[in-house]
């Protein structure tokens, strides 16, 4: 898949299939987030794959937004250390793994966003780092049409030189 399908097609996907992802997989999609390019190259970022269903069941409960984490084989736990871009980078990472999964048939969608330090004793995370996010992966349940999305249109947020010019 060409980089710009899978960002025209990637959806949000909420319910996850009974299937494991392969390991190849998996590496792949952690190995997307440490490439991503950092502010100074600091890579403020810390990726805990997490497929133990009863870490994933408790990793559920403690996020309110994300109750469908109990049902993914994979959960990737986004943590950062507190710097000036840490938050920015590190969402830079999670949308190459969301992407990288697409590629593979592999659905997402991002859980929580800080304000989660009750994952932190659950992971053995020291005080240092705080949770960004909690990305759980899966094959999706049903198939979603691809690139159906709702957004505004293009004219609404593209512009050209100015904002009062449109794109075009």
């Known amino acids: ?36 390019a950092s502010s100074m190259n600091r890579q ?11 870490t994933l069941k408790q990793l559920a409960a403690l996020v309110g937004t994300g109750p469908y984490i109990a049902q993914a084989p994979l959960a990737i736990v986004v ?7 840490a938050v920015s980078d ?6 190459s793994m969301v992407l990288t999964a697409w590629n593979e048939g592999i659905g997402s969608n991002w859980v929580g966003f800080l304000g989660l330090p009750e994952v932190n004793p659950l992971l053995d995370l020291p005080a240092t780092l705080e949770v960004l996010a909690i990305v759980p992966f899966g094959y999706p349940v049903k198939v979603i049409g691809r690139g159906r999305k709702k957004r505004k249109s293009f004219s609404e947020v593209a512009h050209r030189e100015r904002i009062t010019q449109p794109f075009e």
């Not at 590190?90 to 949308?95: F, G, H, K, L, N």
């Open 90 to 95: 590190a969402s830079r990472a999670i949308q």
């Open 79 to 85: 943590a950062i250390e507190k710097t000036p871009y």
């Open 1 to 36: 898949m060409e980089v710009f399908e899978a960002v025209r097609t990637v959806l949000a996907v909420r319910a996850y299939q009974e299937k494991p992802l392969p390991s190849e997989a998996v590496r792949r999609i952690v190995e997307a987030g440490w490439l991503t």
């Open 44 to 54: 403020p970022w810390h990726f805990i794959a997490v497929e133990n269903h009863e």
